[in-house]
């Protein structure tokens, strides 16, 4: 089946610290790829997306790129914030068959950034 | 663009009592609206997906009698947690998807069942 795997946390990093969190992917199909942020006590934010290979997908710093060939979906940022502190769940969506519209997540990545 | 609501933010209950989450798109019409169910520190566990006048369809192991879904109108669709235990005491978080393609997220509702 589908599934979303993420690099276990947490993660603990200092201000303006360069992060990665890995994100890979199977599915049967063509998956639209997401990362949502979640902050404490607040339901999810959508980040970014991309929906095709080789698609870039980038807001407030964060960036991913679709990647079909390793099936990946890497989140980075360069210089990360105290606010940046949430958890950080990769998601595929598959477009047709018995799962349309359903999101598959990862599990979560909790980021902690020190001042 | 893309805001989604729910209400309450959070409710305490005693145990047998129901209750009722309500999950509003408030700029946009929600063709297909999802329920979930999150734990301390854990990801997010789908319960159902509803669409517009229709059953819900929900996921194995959810009970449909225990958590009973209306998806009225395009813009609204509730989530009754019948006959509620300590158990039922969780985070629940809606989504609202037009045309399902991204899925929008409520701010979740935290329920505490005394």
């Known amino acids: 089946g589908d599934s979303v795997t993420q690099m276990e946390g947490p993660v603990t990093l200092s201000e303006e610290a360069f992060l990665t969190i890995n994100c890979t992917y199977t599915a049967t199909g063509y998956p639209s790829l997401f990362w949502y942020v979640q902050y404490p006590g607040e339901g999810l934010q959508l980040l970014l997306k991309a929906t095709k290979a080789d698609d870039k997908g980038s807001n407030k710093g964060f960036e991913a790129t679709y990647r079909k060939e390793t099936t990946s979906f890497h989140l980075e940022k360069g210089s990360v914030q105290v606010s940046d502190s949430a958890v950080y769940f990769c998601?595929?969506?598959?477009?047709?068959?018995?799962?349309?519209?359903?999101?598959?997540f990862g599990q979560g990545t909790i980021l902690t950034v020190h001042p | 663009g893309a805001v989604v609501s729910q209400h309450p933010s959070w409710v305490i209950c005693k145990s047998g009592t129901s209750v009722k989450i309500e999950c509003r798109s408030l700029d946009f019409q929600a063709t297909t609206m999802f329920w979930y169910r999150q734990f301390p520190k854990q990801s997010l566990m789908l319960m159902a997906t509803s669409n517009e006048g229709s059953k819900a369809t929900y996921e194995q192991g959810v009970e449909k009698d225990k958590f009973l879904i209306n998806h009225a109108s395009l813009t609204l669709s509730t989530l009754t947690v019948t006959s509620a235990h300590p158990e039922d005491s969780s985070f629940y978080i809606c989504?609202?998807?037009?045309?399902?393609?991204?899925?929008?997220f409520g701010p979740g509702t935290r329920l505490l069942v005394l």
């Open positions: 998601a595929l969506l598959l477009a047709g068959g018995t799962s349309y519209g359903k999101l598959t």
């Open positions: 989504s609202a998807s037009p045309r399902g393609e991204t899925q929008y």
